[in-house]
């Protein structure tokens, strides 16, 4: 009998425990899924705030250029003027002495193929331009062959006479090219210590900041210190093109008046010849 009962008791505990297990369940379902949600949200939140972070950081910087030209003392402004002005006159003397020595480059080719065939050196003159350096030499080796008179000049003989007149035309001719080479050459050895100084100057000023706070907080000392990196970099960014530059044109240069100085010789040995110079 008493089995009877326990076994009844163990049937009913049965089923309810199966009655009850799937309300359970589907309890528990609703709970996890939005357990889930709530977990797979917080990633995307937390991925999404560093990028935030970083867009309004771009946009409000104030530590970068803008803010050292707005809140910059006057030494600051004035080293980084300085600077600009040294980059703008390096970058106009390179592009203008590029210009010049394509032109003569070309008018060097043009004048082997053409000057030396002309009936007389009146006409090969006349068929250069105006302001051609060619011209300017040639001219005066002509007038230096047919002018050579004076009391002092006629102590010098016709060879000695028009041979230092060619040398002077291409010694003129020469400094014009070179003309503005010392400006690069200034520009590519100071400009760095200027930067320098401005830098010098940053650290100074982040150093006063902080004795004046009374504690070293990174707010008192990042502005000045970001200043004073900008300054360096922007030294070395003048300096560099400029350096460059000038040994560029320098070689340039050589090359241009080797033609220069070729064409000279062979005027030299037209004017030294037999042949009859023509008057203009």
Known sequence: MISRISGLFAAIAFATAIAVSPVHAQEAKPAD?????????????????????AAAKSTDNPYGLKAMIEHGD????????????????????LITKLWDTSKLAKEAKEIRATFFKKASLADGIKGLGEGSAFRFIA???????????????????????????????????????QTGLGFLATVGSTSPFIGLFGTVWGILQALTAIGVAGQASIDKVAGPVGEALIMTAIG?????????????????NKQVMGEVKAFAGDLHGVLMGNRQVTKR
């Open 33 to 53: 899924a939005a357990s889930a949600v709530v977990e797979g949200a917080a990633p995307a939140a937390e991925a999404a705030a560093p990028v935030a972070a």
């Open 74 to 93: 006057a030494v600051s402004k004035g080293v980084l003027a300085l600077l600009l002005i040294m980059s703008m006159g390096s970058w106009y003397i």
């Open 139 to 177: 001219a005066n080796a002509v007038e230096a062959s047919e002018h050579h008179e004076g009391a002092l000049t006629e102590n010098i003989d016709r060879n000695t006479w028009v041979t230092m007149n060619i040398d002077r035309s291409v010694y003129d001719v020469q400094s014009r090219v």
């Open 236 to 252: 070395l960014g003048v300096a560099v093109p400029a350096v460059l530059g000038y040994n560029w044109l320098v070689n340039r």
